[in-house]
Each structure stands twice: as structure tokens, then as C-alpha cells.
């Protein structure tokens, strides 16, 4: 059993940044991959960035690519997203989940376990 609680999201204007995290508690942290996904109202859940279980790994989509950094501290059973240059279009509830196995990481599917999500609004 997994447990994932997301914090940091908000309100923020065009341009500004934030920083999701995302703490986890339960089975080894440090064996398994990450990913961080959104979901936008009346849309689908969709792939943000993903992180291997050293961190030595990152995809990112396309839509994403360049402003947004996913990052872990093992140590603190912790990833990161740090979100920057946002856009109203990354408006959604962004949610963490945690991979025990392989598979499309870019795919819900694949991840066993999700945090509840946080709201991060950005407004023009």
C-alpha cells in the first residue's frame, strides 16, 4: 500500500511559478517510478512528467517541455514539480502516482496508486 498527498498547488497569475510536492509513505519510495498528470475540467487525465526511480530519468510532454522540472529527494520520500512560465491552459487538478511496475509512462494505466490531487489555477 501506497500513500501520496499533494500539496503546493494555488492560485497564480500568468507567468508566475509554483512548486508541487508530492510525500509519499508506505512501500519503498526510492524502487519505483513517478509520474505527476492533470486534469482539466470536462478533459481527460493527462501525462505531465515522469521520473525514474533514481531520478537519473525524466520525460516530460510536449506542452510542458521547458517550463516544468520534475524532481525527488529518496531520502525524503518526496517528488517535485516545479512549474514555471505558467499559462491558464495548465489550469487542473494536478495529481502524483506512483509506477510498481513497467508499462507507457505516459499512460494512467500503468500507475498503481494516486495522491488525491491539488488545484492549481492560473489566471491571464
Known amino acids: 500500500q501506497v500513500l501520496l498527498v499533494e500539496s503546493g498547488g494555488g492560485l497564480v497569475q500568468a507567468g508566475g511559478s509554483l512548486r508541487l510536492s508530492c510525500a509519499a509513505s508506505?512501500?519503498?519510495?526510492?524502487?519505483?517510478?513517478m509520474g505527476w498528470f492533470r486534469q482539466a475540467p470536462g478533459k481527460e487525465r493527462e501525462f505531465v512528467a515522469f521520473?525514474?526511480?533514481?531520478?537519473?530519468?525524466?520525460y516530460y510532454a510536449d506542452s510542458v517541455k521547458g517550463r516544468f522540472t520534475i524532481s525527488r529527494d529518496n531520502a525524503e520520500n518526496t517528488v517535485y514539480l516545479q512549474m514555471n512560465s505558467l499559462k491558464p491552459s495548465d489550469t487542473a487538478v494536478y495529481y502524483c502516482?506512483?509506477?510498481?511496475?513497467?508499462?507507457?509512462?505516459?499512460?494512467?494505466?500503468?500507475?498503481?496508486?494516486w495522491g488525491q490531487g491539488t488545484q492549481v489555477t492560473v489566471s491571464s
Open positions: 502516482a506512483v509506477r510498481l511496475y513497467g508499462g507507457d509512462y505516459r499512460a494512467t494505466s500503468e500507475y498503481d496508486y
Open positions: 508506505g512501500r519503498t519510495f526510492s524502487s519505483h517510478a
Open positions: 521520473i525514474s526511480f533514481s531520478g537519473g530519468t525524466t
